[in-house]
DNA sequence: ATAAATTTTCAGTACTATTTGAAACTTTCA
DNA sequence: TGAAAGTTTCAAATAGTACTGAAAATTTAT
């Protein structure tokens, strides 16, 4: 396999990989574009190279702005923006946990807390308690568990974790 | 908010992050259902909770089992089949995880594997070898974690883990 | 201030994923 | 064995999501 084909091999997965987790597949296309670009791109780098449009690339790049996995870069005289990855992976790691943790972790375990207190006596009112609750100390556990690890750095956290379980 | 309303509001809720974490929303909304209810429900009784017809709910009926989140359930005198969801909810996690590091996890891993000898001495080639690399790295640290946990029970894990980080 | 370069927005279009519903198939029982 | 009950399949329809492309807005340079 030659350099062109497993650059493009790898943007393909990313994006595939990306959107099996419910992040969408140009973000994550674009994303692994500049992830194995030596160099900044521009706008018109990442729309040539994906054969995208501008619209979608302008509005993926921002998007991977926001999540800061992608920086904005000046070229001393260049008018056009050009963007960079972060390319330390643990850093990379750290902001999509921290993100995903923010959008879709966090709001669920305010919505099971405000079950806690559902009134009645019939099985389905039992069950529905003791069903939300279990779920309640779930993922509350594991949300304090990431918000932990993305505070001490999700690398040491690995190497911890794994050797606490050799 | 009465039980009613909070039953429906829960599964319209797990559908809706079971969608942000690349898992279809029926098949989380019929998960969600039969997690809070006390008895193992049919086929019908799952298309008429949800208002989805018998090809979906069997469809994804099936997906659960695949999964080892639902089992079927025979009543005697019975000749429908009644499924139940596992209620445990640090087995249904370990199921989880199981599944979607087999999909995901383990296929990415194998493919970055096969990017570690590209040949090049361009900044392109260093640069998506050193990438590939550092993701490979990752991604393997990342599944040997999800296997340990898995094997050991996430429960004792997390707990585990989350005492580490104190 | 003007115009060129660049970025952003967004309505319409294209694409993908999900769902339906009816036919085919299987199982059970009289 | 026949037929009723129940389950599965899958082509077509629908719904949901993402993308395009051109216009509008913004920025920069003279």
Redesign the interface.
């Known amino acids: 396999?030659?350099?062109k084909e497993?650059?493009e091999?790898?943007i393909q997965?990313w994006g595939a990989?990306g959107?099996?987790?419910?992040i969408n597949r140009s973000m994550a296309q674009v994303h692994a574009l500049l992830?194995?670009?030596?160099?900044p791109l521009s706008t018109e780098d990442v729309m040539e190279e994906l054969n995208i449009s501008r619209g979608n690339a302008n509005m993926n790049l921002r998007a991977l702005i926001d999540w800061n996995l992608v920086q904005k870069v000046l070229k001393s005289g260049e008018r056009r923006e050009f963007f960079s990855a972060e390319?330390d992976?643990?850093k990379v790691?750290t902001s999509i946990t921290k993100e995903r943790k923010k959008?879709?972790l966090e709001p669920?375990v305010k919505?099971l807390d405000?079950?806690e207190e559902?009134?009645?006596a019939?099985?389905?009112?039992?069950?529905?308690r003791?069903?939300?609750h279990?779920?309640h100390?779930?993922t509350t556990?594991?949300d304090?568990?990431l918000e932990?690890?993305v505070r001490?750095d999700v690398q040491w956290?690995?190497?911890?974790?794994?050797t606490?379980?050799?």
Do not use: C, Y
């Open positions: 396999m030659d350099l497993a650059r091999q790898f997965a990989f959107s099996a987790w419910g992830l194995i670009a030596p160099e390319k992976v643990w790691a959008r879709e669920l919505l405000t079950f559902i009134p009645g019939s099985p389905e009112a039992k069950a529905f003791k069903m939300t279990d779920l100390d779930l556990r594991l304090t568990l932990k690890s001490r956290f690995v190497k911890a974790a794994t606490l379980l050799r």
